[in-house]
């Protein structure tokens, strides 16, 4: 099974329905499980770290107007140049992120607070735990939605043990305390399905002493895991 297919996508998989907003897998069966997600806001329709599809439009449709694109890791240029360029957006990434702008073939747009006008209602944190790694967690307040792009999942690589919202193995070392405190309706990640179900227990478990799971995280995970991070670097 390949870690991430670079081949045109079969038909996307929905992973999450909600009134504000849909999330897809381009490639549902690659290990890497990425995920893409679109939410509406006050401002218009925003796809985050999409992936496209044939049946990608059709979910959107039902949304609303595409109001902007947004890649939220270095390594998550993904389709957001196609897609900007179908809906007429720019690709929004934050002032400080490398890698991006020369993988997409669209105008970016760089912001320094938030994607968006206020409207859109996002709230970004930044996340440069290590040299190279560049990532913002995006929270949308009025819907209480947690996006995050690599550092947490649900995919395979993120979790060890009875865990349902887990971190790669070298953020266990180095975990992102700014997430401490929220409590999303829901967390959507970059990799794996998005989580629903007592979303801010899960999040508060994942931060809780990750450094005593590093041990078995390394063990159980760190293989796939170097897999995954030659395959982003793709």
Do not use: K
């Not at 990799?191 to 159980?220: K, S, V």
Request: proline letters at 9%; hydrophobic letters at 40%.
């Amino acid at each position: 099974m390949p870690m991430y297919e670079r081949g045109d996508s079969m038909g996307a998989a929905v992973t999450l329905e909600w009134a504000d907003g849909v999330s897809w897998m381009a490639h549902p069966d690659e290990a890497g499980e990425r995920g893409s997600h679109a939410i509406r806001t006050e401002e218009g329709v925003w796809l985050l770290d999409p992936l496209g599809a044939p049946n990608v439009a059709e979910l959107l449709d039902s949304l609303g107007e595409v109001a902007g694109v947004a890649a939220l890791s270095a390594y998550h240029a993904r389709d957001a140049g196609t897609l900007a360029r179908r809906y007429d957006v720019p690709v929004s990434i934050p002032t400080w992120m490398d890698r991006v702008a020369e993988r997409v073939d669209a105008p970016v747009e760089r912001y320094t607070l938030a994607p968006g006008g206020p409207d859109a209602g996002f709230e970004i944190l930044p996340c440069r735990p290590f040299p190279g790694w560049q990532e913002v967690f995006l929270y949308h307040e009025p819907t209480r939605t947690l996006v995050t792009p690599d550092s947490l999942g649900t995919s395979g690589v993120h979790l060890v043990d009875e865990e349902r919202l887990g971190l790669s193995a070298l953020r266990r070392l180095q975990p992102p305390r700014q997430l401490a405190g929220l409590t999303p309706d829901r967390i959507l990640p970059g990799h794996g399905a998005p989580l629903t179900e007592d979303a801010g227990e899960a999040l508060a478990a994942a931060l809780d002493n990750p450094r005593r799971t590093f041990p078995t995280a390394l063990a159980e995970n760190g293989a796939e895991g170097v897999r995954a991070l030659v395959g982003a670097l793709r």
